[in-house]
Each structure stands twice: as C-alpha cells, then as structure tokens.
C-alpha cells in the first residue's frame, strides 16, 4: 500500500542526535512502499549541513534548510522557503536544535535561552500554522530542566507548573531568570546556587512548561499534538561526547517513538524520555542528587 508522503523537518540536524533523525526518517521512509518522505535537514551553517547530506550519501528526499533558530530573520527566510519549495507543507516538525553555555557568563546565559526557549517559540509561531491536520512537533527538551526545577524553590516550581501559566508569564520568569543572573540575585529569586548548568536548566524548564502551553493553544485548532522529549544523556558534541553516556542513535529513539505512537496513548503536552512519561518537576530525590554530584565533574569538562 501506498502511504502518504510528509515533509518532516529536523533543526539543528547536521551532527549529532538531530543527525540520527534524520538518518532514522531516511531508513523508515525507504522501507515504505513508493514512499519518499521530503526531509529537511535544518543547519544554521549551509557548509556543515552539506558535509552532513554527503555523509548520508545524497539521498533525493533530504534537502538542506538553512535555518538559525535564534534568528527571526532566518526563521521567517526558512519558512519562506517552504511555502515556495514546498506548497508551504509541513507534518512533523523536530525542534532539536541546542546549545549549552560554555562558560558562566550573562552573555553565554542569553544566547542558551535564545536559542533553547525563544527559538523554538518563535519556529513554532512561524512553523505550527504551516502543519497539516495531525501534524506533531517535538521540542527536545532534557530530564536537567525537570531535576533542576526539583531544587528550585515551591514558589519558582507552582508558577513553571502552574495550568493557567500563559506564554507572556513564561516569557516573564525566563526575564526575570536573566535580570536574577546578572544581577548576582539568582538565590534571592529561588534559584539555588548549587543549580547546576543554571542557563541550561532553566531553558529547558521553560521549554517544557511552553510545550504544555502550545499544546492548549494548538491542539484544538488542527488537532496538532505537541511534545516534550529528553533524549537522555547522549555523547555529542554538546557534552564533549562525555564517557558513559548512550550513543546518539538512542537519543534520536526516544524522539521517533513520539511520532510513532499513536496519539491516543500518548499525552499532548507532556514530557517523555524513550517511551516514558516524566513529571514536569523530577521527583526522584536521590537522582537529583547524583545528577548534582556528576554536573560538577562535568561543568568543569565543558566550561
Ligand atoms: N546530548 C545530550 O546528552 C542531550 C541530553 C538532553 C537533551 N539534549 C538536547 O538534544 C538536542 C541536540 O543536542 P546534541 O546533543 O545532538 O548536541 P550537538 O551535537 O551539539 O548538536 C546540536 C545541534 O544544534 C545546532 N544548533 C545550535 N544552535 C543552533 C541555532 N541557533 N540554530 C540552528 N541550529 C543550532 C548545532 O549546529 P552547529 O553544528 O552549527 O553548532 C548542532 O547541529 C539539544 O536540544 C540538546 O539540548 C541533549
């Protein structure tokens, strides 16, 4: 049988767990039938997302997209292209694109949260009303926005979770976050000094806390369903590919199984790793613990 062909979209897929979905889409799609689902490859640097076609052998379903999702401009350049190259088609769009700080600045804290929070707002503002009916939209988020959110204080955790928070109210904490950073304040707003990768913690709290949001928003309108997924802690190049870790492919697992679930066993908004749903705030004591004990070996690797 004949399936329908989609145009998927994969952002910051030129390395590592972006790259592994996109390679995953590839193998489903030439395993289907006269099927050849249209694959974007989203790279911020077309050079780097060329090398990545190559290393996938130039298939004619995977096209470059030049993307950088911390850039309204791009943004609106990409969903430009799509409407020109595409019929302005869209059925899953994979929201993986990430940083993590490398050093303990303002300057470093801002472009995190530009790129982990206020990208993908802003892609999803643009992309979402491109999304076909069913269409899905995965925001890759991480199990250290739930874990530090644990150590936040009751007052930081009620609004992150609260189910009337609004866009502009998370807009507000993620502010606040930043003005609480550069002002040496973080303590005084409920941040613990022992948070580790504060920038990083806090946009993907918020990118979880906004996945919840979108899928109130949206869902209604063409019945999109809107996920959170932590890959898990995968050697990339975001961690120095830290010893230990499971491999990229796996990550990119734990986002393909919520595209491959049907809906009715999955819950729009929510936040899962490999399968599993997880709580907005992790409430496993002593994993939040060793996570705190393992970051500080870590922080010291990457920053
Ligand atoms: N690795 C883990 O253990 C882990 C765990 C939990 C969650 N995650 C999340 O998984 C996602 C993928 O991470 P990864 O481990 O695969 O990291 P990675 O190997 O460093 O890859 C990150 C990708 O994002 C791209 N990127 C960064 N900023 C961008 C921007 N402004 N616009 C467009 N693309 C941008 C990078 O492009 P360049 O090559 O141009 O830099 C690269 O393609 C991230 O959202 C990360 O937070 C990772």
Same mark, same amino acid.
Request: aromatic share 6%; with cysteine; glycine share 6%.
């Given at each position: 049988?004949?399936?329908?062909?989609?145009?998927?979209?994969?952002?910051?897929?030129?390395?590592?767990?972006?790259?592994?979905?996109?390679?995953?889409?590839?193998?489903?799609?030439?395993?289907?039938?006269?099927?050849?689902?249209?694959?974007?490859?989203?790279?911020?640097?077309?050079?780097?997302?060329?090398?990545?076609?190559?290393?996938?052998?130039?298939?004619?379903?995977?096209?470059?997209?030049?993307?950088?999702?911390?850039?309204?401009?791009?943004?609106?350049?990409?969903?430009?292209?799509?409407?020109?190259?595409?019929?302005?088609?869209?059925?899953?769009? /994979?929201?993986?694109?990430?940083?993590?700080?490398?050093?303990?600045?303002?300057?470093?804290?801002?472009?995190?949260?530009?790129?982990?929070?206020?990208?993908?707002?802003?892609?999803?503002?643009?992309?979402?009303?491109?999304?076909?009916?069913?269409?899905?939209?995965?925001?890759?988020?991480?199990?250290?926005?739930?874990?530090?959110?644990?150590?936040?204080?009751?007052?930081?955790?009620?609004?992150?979770?609260?189910?009337?928070?609004?866009?502009?109210?998370?807009?507000?904490?993620?502010?606040?976050?930043?003005?609480?950073?550069?002002?040496?304040?973080?303590?005084?707003?409920?941040?613990?000094?022992?948070?580790?990768?504060?920038?990083?913690?806090?946009?993907?709290?918020?990118?979880?806390?906004?996945?919840?949001?979108?899928?109130?928003?949206?869902?209604?309108?063409?019945?999109?369903?809107?996920?959170?997924?932590?890959?898990?802690?995968?050697?990339?190049?975001?961690?120095?590919?830290?010893?230990?870790?499971?491999?990229?492919?796996?990550?990119?697992?734990?986002?393909?199984?919520? /595209?491959?679930?049907?809906?009715?066993?999955?819950?729009?908004?929510?936040?899962?790793?490999?399968?599993?749903?997880?709580?907005?705030?992790?409430?496993?004591?002593?994993?939040?613990?060793?996570? /705190?004990?393992?970051?500080?070996?870590?922080?010291?690797?990457?920053?």
């Amino acid at each position: 049988m004949t399936e329908q062909k989609r145009v998927i979209l994969v952002t910051g897929a030129n390395k590592g767990i972006g790259f592994e979905v996109v390679k995953k889409f590839l193998q489903e799609s030439s395993s289907k039938t006269n099927n050849n689902d249209v694959i974007l490859l989203g790279s911020r640097n077309i050079k780097r997302g060329e090398d990545a076609i190559q290393q996938l052998g130039c298939p004619s379903n995977v096209h470059l997209l030049q993307l950088d999702t911390s850039s309204k401009e791009s943004i609106i350049l990409a969903t430009n292209e799509i409407k020109q190259k595409y019929n302005g088609h869209l059925d899953i769009l /994979i929201n993986n694109a990430g940083i993590v700080p490398r050093e303990d600045s303002i300057e470093a804290a801002k472009s995190t949260l530009a790129t982990n929070y206020y990208g993908v707002k802003m892609v999803n503002e643009h992309l979402i009303p491109l999304l076909h009916e069913n269409g899905r939209v995965i925001n890759v988020a991480s199990t250290v926005g739930s874990m530090g959110l644990y150590i936040c204080s009751k007052e930081l955790q009620k609004r992150y979770t609260s189910s009337t928070l609004t866009i502009e109210e998370l807009d507000h904490l993620v502010e606040d976050f930043l003005s609480a950073f550069e002002s040496h304040n973080l303590e005084h707003m409920g941040y613990p000094s022992e948070l580790p990768f504060k920038a990083y913690s806090v946009s993907k709290a918020a990118l979880i806390a906004l996945t919840r949001i979108e899928a109130r928003e949206y869902s209604h309108k063409k019945n999109i369903s809107i996920y959170a997924v932590c890959p898990g802690f995968c050697a990339t190049d975001l961690n120095n590919n830290a010893a230990g870790a499971r491999s990229a492919s796996l990550g990119a697992d734990s986002i393909l199984y919520m /595209i491959n679930t049907p809906t009715n066993e999955l819950e729009n908004g929510g936040f899962y790793r490999d399968g599993e749903k997880l709580s907005q705030i992790c409430d496993d004591d002593a994993a939040v613990r060793a996570y /705190i004990e393992h970051s500080k070996k870590l922080v010291e690797k990457i920053q």
